[in-house]
């Protein structure tokens, strides 16, 4: 069983960066994708950025793209998230989600829910304005 364990979160002032950072437990190859969601007070949960792990191919939801840059760092087997010029409204629980491991390499990022099967337990991020 995969785990993945998020960590990073906290309470920033309007304008200011945080990185959130997830590692997941198992690997064996790389033929899979990871993504950030999160889920704000009364909402639902949204897409925010995926990443494929062998070829490092992105998806970024648009509120969030050329803000918050995702990359991973194979070496040392860790996501992350910079989140940049933090707004009130990116408050929210963020979920970092891994994929199954597919028969083919490198399988395209996706941004739907249901393509996640390994789920974090969140990080708060808390933006004031």
């Known amino acids: 069983q995969v785990q993945v364990v998020e960590s990073g979160g906290g309470l920033v002032q309007t304008g200011d960066s945080l990185r959130l950072s997830c590692t997941p437990s198992k690997r064996t190859f790389d033929n899979y994708f990871m993504a950030w969601f999160r889920q704000a007070p009364g909402k639902e949960r949204e897409f925010v950025a995926a990443?494929?792990?062998?070829?490092?191919?992105?998806l970024y939801a648009d509120s969030v793209k050329g803000r918050f840059p995702i990359s991973r760092d194979n070496t040392k087997n860790t996501m992350y998230l910079q989140m940049n010029n933090l707004q009130p409204e990116d408050t929210a629980i963020y979920y970092c989600a891994r994929s199954r491991d597919f028969a083919y390499t490198d399988p395209a990022p996706s941004r739907l829910q249901q393509s996640y099967h390994y789920w974090g337990q969140g990080t708060q991020v808390t933006v004031s304005s």
């Open positions: 990443i494929s792990w062998s070829h490092g191919k992105t």
